[in-house]
């Protein structure tokens, strides 16, 4: 059913046309609880376990909001440069679909929270772009469903669906840009380091995961074209389903093609949703927008306007950190970095990893050495940059924190990464479920350190005679016995201790 | 004075998964425009400096801390369910419209 759809060559899109973006990004918050209710917002929790009368949509259930949620949506609105608004109240968008019991969703509709805002983004070519954006609003996520049936677990076909309702009612904001025009060929490019830009500011306010792999990032990229020298906007399509960055960059470039191709060939763009599939890197058509978009918004009468007052934005807006690009510049001096070195981090994705596990307890070096050797090695491999791996900033501090505690030695530290990586939860339930603390209990080491000189006696007679570097071999065979979980230094000790 | 046509009828008995026949469609066209003309009738005492109302308490500001709060069992929330699979509510096959 999928056809592959013409494309024209990039150069004579870019001669041709000239792209209008806008993007949408839905940031899922961090609190623990979710926007209406007192529900947890754990991620990966057992279907249908962190629910509530609420957020299930029951009859004479009512919400109330979460305090913690707002400040958050207050404090991005600062740190986007955006005017908050002193007075705004939720609206009801109706329809009919089963990810939403209540059959409607808590949303803000034409008084968001925050508005009228910018963001510089800079490029690789460190030429920055600013992007102006249009509105951040409060709302709630929608459930899970799972179409049971279909091929590739698409709805086409499925026989019926499965819904889980965790994640209904999670805190949301959506961040949503002005037009960006005139970037012409690098608006791949622009998407992408936009998404970045958004994505480093949202860790540094640490108020959300920020994790495009489990959805709490989430962009729809909106493309037109128009002929080159003229004003007016095409007709947009909106691909949703980007699920990391450099999806966003390949999403936006991918849909200017195509939709070169058709306009060239005379045809017209239909204004539609759009899937993009990670495998062949493709859009494809989903959802017709001409009958969609009567959602009947109306103020919510269930809960009460917000307001927020000049002394409490004034107190939010002391909380926000420091802007990523400044913290660029401070790291450099602390660090002694040259500007070639500070683009090397920079272009790994590197800094505000590093920035934020500083920040969680390491030092700097120890910091830079985890992120820039192995973990680039994984994100390497599983192709992500890093701040797209499955393992966090305060994660690695405390790998960190257990190798400095001598609880790990390096070896077993990355066998820890190697589980949080693996999903198998934090630090801590990685060592406990793998058995890999460190054999720090001496009669333990003891008796494998007298089983190793026993089993190579000229050795031992060669460390008892004073040859202190014979020891490297008994000390081999203790780390062998021990799968790697003995502290080398110790067992070296313990070695010289017994043969003296 | 409001007028509601057949096809704005048609057109929320759609939006509300509502099957109206044809006789209902004029039925219910006369009687919803007797209600809203019947509603409109505020517009002549609302006065420009008058704000629309949404709520009717003058409040603002109502929060709830961060705080988990126990929520339903599994087996509670999917009591209620007509249908249910690995621990999931089962619905219908969705048909046209995939969000």
């Known amino acids: 059913m999928t056809t592959m759809a013409e494309t024209m060559d990039y150069d004579e899109v870019v001669a041709r046309f000239d792209p209008v973006l806008g993007l949408e990004v839905h940031v899922e918050l961090s609190t623990a609880t979710k926007m209406f209710c007192g529900c947890a917002t754990t991620f990966g929790a057992e279907p249908n376990t962190q629910v509530c009368p609420t957020c299930l949509g029951l009859p004479g259930s009512l919400p109330v909001v979460n305090g913690a949620a707002v400040e958050s949506a207050i404090r991005i609105g600062l740190a986007l440069n955006c005017d908050i608004s002193p007075w705004c109240r939720f609206a009801r968008k109706n329809y009919f679909y089963p990810d939403m019991p209540k059959n409607f969703q808590t949303s803000q509709y034409d008084e968001p929270i925050a508005f009228e805002g910018w963001m510089d983004v800079e490029l690789a070519d460190g030429d920055t772009v600013r992007v102006g954006i249009e509105r951040a609003h409060m709302e709630e996520d929608t459930g899970k469903s799972l179409h049971v049936g279909g091929a590739d677990g698409r709805i086409h076909g499925a026989s019926h669906s499965l819904l889980d309702y965790n994640r209904a009612g999670v805190p949301l904001i959506e961040i949503v840009t002005k037009p960006i025009e005139g970037v012409g060929d690098r608006a791949p490019e622009v998407a992408r380091a936009y998404v970045t830009a958004l994505r480093?500011?949202?860790?540094?306010?640490?108020?959300?995961?920020?994790?495009?792999?489990?959805?709490?990032?989430?962009?729809?990229?909106?493309?037109?074209?128009?002929?080159?020298?003229?004003?007016?906007?095409?007709?947009?399509?909106?691909?949703?389903?980007?699920?990391?960055?450099?999806?966003?960059?390949?999403?936006?470039?991918?849909?200017m093609t195509r939709q070169a191709a058709v306009l060239a060939g005379g045809g017209e763009i239909v204004q539609e949703t759009r899937h993009f599939d990670e495998g062949s890197q493709t859009t494809s058509a989903g959802r017709r927008k001409e009958t969609a978009e009567d959602y009947r918004y109306f103020p919510e009468p269930d809960l009460v306007p917000i307001a927020p007052s000049a002394d409490w934005v004034a107190r939010l807006r002391e909380t926000l950190p420091e802007k990523p690009a400044e913290l660029r510049k401070r790291i450099q001096q602390e660090w002694q970095l040259s500007d070639a070195e500070l683009r090397d981090l920079l272009n790994a994705g590197a800094v505000e990893v590093i920035a934020a596990t500083v920040q969680a307890g390491a030092t700097p070096d120890e910091a830079r050495s985890w992120w820039v050797s192995y973990l680039a090695q994984q994100a390497n491999t599983r192709g992500v940059e890093l701040a797209e791996l499955p393992i966090g900033p305060a994660q690695v501090a405390k790998v960190i924190a257990l190798v400095n505690a001598g609880e790990l030695t390096n070896k077993l530290a990355r066998e820890v990464i190697d589980g949080v990586l693996a999903g198998e939860g934090e630090p801590a339930e990685v060592v406990a479920a793998r058995g890999l603390a460190v054999v720090s209990d001496d009669s333990a080491l003891t008796a494998a350190v007298d089983e190793a000189l026993a089993a190579q006696p000229d050795v031992a007679d060669k460390i008892r005679a004073g040859k202190v570097q014979a020891a490297g071999a008994i000390v081999g065979a203790v780390m062998k016995a021990t799968k790697g979980q003995a502290d080398a230094k110790r067992v070296r000790e313990l070695i010289l201790e017994r043969c003296s | 004075m409001p007028s509601i046509s057949r096809a704005e009828v048609a057109h929320l008995a759609r939006l509300a998964r509502l099957a109206v026949t044809e006789e209902e469609l004029d039925t219910f066209a006369g009687q919803l425009d007797v209600i809203v003309s019947s509603v409109a009738t505020v517009n002549e005492v609302a006065a420009e400096d008058i704000p629309p109302t949404s709520h009717a308490v003058p409040l603002t500001n109502v929060f709830r801390d961060d705080v988990v709060r126990e929520g339903l069992t599994n087996e509670q929330a999917l009591a209620c369910a007509p249908a249910a699979e690995d621990g999931r509510f089962q619905v219908p096959r969705i048909l046209g419209e995939e969000q």
């Open chain 1, 200 to 255: 480093d500011l949202l860790r540094a306010l640490q108020v959300s995961d920020v994790r495009m792999d489990q959805g709490s990032l989430r962009c729809d990229a909106n493309v037109s074209l128009r002929p080159v020298g003229t004003t007016e906007f095409g007709t947009r399509t909106e691909t949703k389903n980007v699920n990391s960055l450099r999806s966003v960059e390949r999403a936006v470039r991918y849909e």
